[in-house]
């Protein structure tokens, strides 16, 4: 792979509070990886290319820890329902469509190129219970040249028959099919969530995620009903997340005493004991604010995560959360905190929006490291995959000089990532 540099206004988080910034500065991609950011071009690279990005702005490629691929469609509808009434209204008729590979090639194809020409270079992503459209899913994911972790949803119960399954053969033959077939697309065993999987289902699932050594994702304590369904449907369980934690899907498999990667998308209702587990098998919370309130599920209580140290990132939730723009979900993220802080719990902080961006960037993106060469996405520490989005916030007229890392917080907030991308690099390979 050849190595190249890009010139531009460079910045990134390093930790949840710095935020970098590199003006008229030259970022390194050698051989795929990030070598470093410099005031000049070192000799030894004086040969490579050079993509002149001159007064943009240049940001790591960011990270979506959560987003539902065929809800596409109705994306922005909906939105003043319940969950509940929300998914028998809306989503499970719409996923449903997904059987005829017509449909879902149409569909897909569209969610495909989105998020192609958005910020986002890495991603984890459901799909549906059906087989045949999530390995065409998986295909059109290798082709956009993002990396994403992609998941056939597994439920039995509490659906519409169509949606339910009698058993995982079909997850088997999923991954079957697709063992050794991309390079950047890989796949994640994904239960829907609690209600929609009997205890025998969800030990099925586990089987099948010791077997291939598999991460997990799903949903967690996302609104009040939803926990109050998990509590009747699994008496023996002391709270939700006890539920994953006694089938060995929470992080930790007890029976081989290993750990695995996990992503719970909300954590709105997380009890103590549900939090102190969450950090026990570091479990990664995927915080949605976008469809927490589209959805009327709740504000998520962000401050108290980072102050226990809990893995955390951003997820659009796509279609509860109504765009793909995980800058968008960066400033929700910092309107809901204020939201937090006045009608929950006045002592709870705000979110900076220094820190919504690292959640947005590296504080999802540590759930790619073992993907990563061992680093993170979401950042420009040497050593790790090379990702990077430029966008031209110069596009955006205005008759003041801002600072570096102004500009940042204005693209973010005026959606500049929805017009003005540039270019967008994930691992070492230009894909716009």
Not at 326 to 352: G, Q, W
Not at 369 to 391: C, D
Not at 406 to 420: G, K, M, N, P
Request: charged residues 20%; contains cysteine.
């Amino acid at each position: 792979m050849n190595s190249y540099i890009l010139k531009g206004d460079i910045c990134y988080t390093p930790s949840i509070d710095k935020l970098l910034t590199y003006p008229d500065s030259y970022l390194i991609c050698e051989s795929g990886r990030t070598k470093g950011i410099f005031e000049n071009i070192p000799d030894e690279y004086s040969e490579c290319t050079v993509y002149d990005y001159s007064g943009m702005l240049i940001i790591p490629g960011l990270v979506d820890l959560h987003i539902h691929a065929p809800q596409f469609p109705f994306r922005g509808t909906g939105m003043d329902c319940e969950l509940t009434e929300w998914l028998n209204k809306y989503t499970f008729p719409c996923e449903e469509k997904y059987r005829d590979p017509v449909y879902a090639e149409k569909a897909y194809c569209i969610f495909a190129e989105h998020i192609k020409k958005s910020a986002t270079t890495h991603a984890v992503i459901l799909s549906t219970v059906h087989r045949h459209s999530t390995e065409l899913l998986m295909d059109l994911m290798e082709e956009t040249g993002i990396v994403s972790f992609t998941g056939k949803v597994n439920m039995d119960r509490n659906a519409p028959d169509s949606l339910c399954e009698k058993n995982t053969d079909e997850t088997v033959s999923w991954l079957k099919n697709i063992s050794g077939k991309y390079s950047r697309t890989y796949p994640i065993i994904t239960p829907r969530f609690a209600p929609c999987c009997s205890s025998g289902f969800l030990n099925d699932i586990s089987g099948i995620r010791r077997k291939y050594s598999l991460p997990v994702q799903s949903h967690l304590s996302e609104n009040t009903r939803e926990v109050k369904w998990v509590n009747e449907l699994f008496p023996e369980c002391e709270f939700y997340g006890d539920v994953y934690e006694k089938h060995n899907l929470f992080g930790y498999d007890r029976n081989t005493q290993n750990g695995f990667r996990t992503v719970m998308a909300h954590c709105v209702y997380s009890s103590d004991k549900e939090l102190s587990l969450i950090k026990k098998n570091n479990v990664f919370i995927a915080h949605c604010p976008s469809s927490n309130t589209n959805l009327r599920s709740g504000i998520a209580p962000v401050r108290k995560y980072l102050e226990l140290g809990l893995k955390t990132g951003l997820g659009s939730d796509v279609a509860a959360g109504h765009t793909e723009s995980v800058l968008h979900a960066a400033c929700e993220a910092v309107r809901m905190s204020k939201l937090y802080n006045i009608y929950c719990d006045t002592s709870a902080a705000p979110l900076t929006f220094t820190e919504a961006f690292y959640l947005a960037t590296k504080g999802g993106g540590e759930f790619f490291s073992e993907v990563n060469n061992g680093f993170p996405a979401g950042t420009f520490e040497p050593g790790g995959n090379f990702s990077a989005v430029v966008i031209n916030d110069t596009a955006i007229p205005s008759p003041d000089v801002y600072t570096l890392s102004q500009r940042l917080e204005r693209a973010a907030y005026l959606s500049a990532d929805a017009q003005y991308i540039m270019a967008k690099f994930a691992e070492g390979v230009k894909i716009i």
